[in-house]
């Protein structure tokens, strides 16, 4: 993969944030990163880990899995397609 395919356009710190927020402030993000680049979600609510890659289904955008952050809250990375 190359460098740029995995380079993180816009990070969210949705930390404390209980559902649905972290997926609120995805939607209301995903807009300002160019097409085909990622976005992080930092969500530690345990819902974001099913929500986050249903919208990503919905709404026609890539769920590219996710990782830990430093500290070890998860973070989990959207592509933009549209």
Known sequence: M?????TVALELDCRGMACP???IELAKAIGGVP???LLAVLADDVAARTD???WCRMRGQEYAGEEAA???TPRHL???LS
Do not use: K, L, N
Not at 2 to 6: D, H, M, Q
């Open 2 to 6: 190359t460098p740029e395919a995995t």
């Open 21 to 23: 927020r972290p997926v």
């Open 35 to 37: 097409v085909g680049s």
């Open 52 to 54: 986050i890659p249903a």
């Open 70 to 72: 430093a500290d070890g």
């Open 78 to 80: 959207v592509r933009r």
